[in-house]
């Protein structure tokens, strides 16, 4: 089967103002769904980020695949590389670590992948989790991922997921995120406030949800003093912390340090860092990250090689639509080395989806893999041209968390570290 055509559309949805070390999320996310279509007539979805530097590339490597075999995984990824040259994509956030040649790569490659996974599982009446090795998990956990985050957007009305801005604001916030969905598993994201304040959080957590492993994500903007500091305090407490501090060397002396496992999806973000990781002993988890690892079946190899060197498995998120989730899933249902409940913003997305209900469900906090054949996930076009409208109209081009929260808070610093 070769690539006919293949449809790129950039849409936008409405996101909570979510707090963070970068700033603070806008009013508008900005995501790009990939649709891949064979001369045999099946149809493939990706999806990937939607910032304008990301979207000119991957809409030029939808031009370049087209004639492509959907199996011929090395020549299509052989393809993107040679149009990609030199050219490095940066993120304005920095949340997810260093930007790269190599990564840039594997980020425009993944939503095609993506797609054909999704044909060729089609054409033999197969999910994706089959072509990934078959079934370990017949549903993925995932993790109440919850955010300070104030009331509203400025000069909006109160949004239906309130204030969460000291402890019981966090803990109310996790009530809320459980009661509707059944999260067995809670990461809080931090990096906002000063330490002693998430610590604080992370303790009125601990007495709310005794039983639930606990996580947190200061995005590295603790120094490495402070982060040995914190991860004693919280002894005990954390299932594991994420990225404290900045860098392998720097995760590594913190590492040495404290007693919980450190996790990452900031200084381990492609292949070439893992020698390194491994060497110093740095990390305990990674989070892996299929929209910036190369697509499932690259994932997938480094979930081996992590296994191989004793690192443990989770998945990061991004604010992400349903095709997302369904590909995260399959990928979790068939990777014995995710150990850990995997990361998802879904929740915050409130119903906002360009697939077609249905398909995806939060069962005691997991998400069954969809039954039908592919990625099991069908596209709501009328969705889909809604969300193309708000992406035309809202006039946000890249996410920019920091030039937000400025608007706010003109001193806001993204100095690191900051504690």
């Known amino acids: 089967m070769r690539i006919r055509e293949i449809d790129v559309t950039p849409v936008a949805f409405r996101d909570p103002p979510l707090l963070n070390a970068a700033g603070v999320h806008e009013p508008w996310a900005l995501r790009t769904i990939v649709e891949v279509v064979t001369d045999e007539g099946l149809t493939g979805l990706g999806e990937t980020y939607g910032d304008l530097d990301h979207l000119v590339r991957v809409r030029a490597a939808a031009e370049a695949l087209i004639g492509h075999d959907v199996y011929g995984h090395n020549a299509m990824y052989a393809t993107v590389a040679g149009l990609v040259g030199a050219d490095v994509v940066t993120d304005l956030h920095g949340l997810t670590g260093t930007s790269s040649r190599a990564k840039t790569v594997d980020r425009i490659f993944s939503p095609f992948e993506v797609a054909c996974l999704d044909i060729r599982g089609k054409a033999v009446g197969r999910p994706v989790v089959d072509l990934l090795g078959g079934r370990v998990r017949d549903a993925v956990p995932y993790s109440a991922y919850l955010f300070y985050k104030w009331a509203g957007h400025p000069g909006a009305a109160e949004d239906g997921f309130g204030a969460a801005l000291d402890p019981e604001g966090v803990v109310e916030q996790a009530r809320l995120l459980i009661g509707?969905?059944?999260f067995r598993s809670i990461k809080l994201k931090g990096g906002v406030f000063p330490?002693?304040?998430?610590?604080e959080a992370i303790r009125a957590l601990r007495e709310a949800f005794p039983g639930h492993p606990l996580r947190l994500d200061p995005n590295a903007v603790w120094s490495v003093e402070t982060s040995i500091r914190v991860g004693r305090e919280l002894d005990g407490v954390l299932e594991y912390l994420e990225d404290p501090t900045e860098g392998i060397e720097g995760m590594a002396r913190v590492?040495?340090?404290?007693p919980m496992p450190l996790a990452t999806n900031m200084c381990v973000v492609t292949p070439e860092h893992l020698p390194e990781a491994v060497r110093r002993d740095a990390i305990g988890v990674l989070l892996t990250d299929h929209h910036y690892w190369g697509g499932l079946v690259r994932s997938a190899h480094i979930a081996t090689l992590c296994e191989t060197f004793g690192i443990e498995l989770s998945m990061h998120s991004n604010s992400h639509l349903g095709i997302s989730l369904a590909a995260m899933t399959h990928l979790a249902a068939a990777t014995p080395a995710v150990t850990h409940a995997c990361d998802t913003h879904t929740p915050w997305q409130d119903g906002q989806d360009v697939v077609a209900p249905g398909a995806l469900r939060f069962t005691d906090g997991a998400v069954p893999v969809p039954d039908g054949p592919g990625l099991g996930v069908e596209l709501d076009r009328d969705a889909l041209a809604v969300m193309n409208e708000h992406y035309e109209k809202c006039g946000v081009r890249?996410?920019?968390d920091t030039t937000y929260m400025?608007?706010?808070?003109?001193?806001?610093?993204?100095r690191r570290p900051r504690w």
């Open 195 to 199: 330490p002693e304040q998430e610590v």
């Open 406 to 414: 400025r608007t706010v808070d003109p001193s806001f610093s993204t």
């Open 255 to 258: 590492a040495a340090e404290v």
């Open 398 to 400: 890249s996410r920019d």
């Open 180 to 182: 509707r969905y059944g």
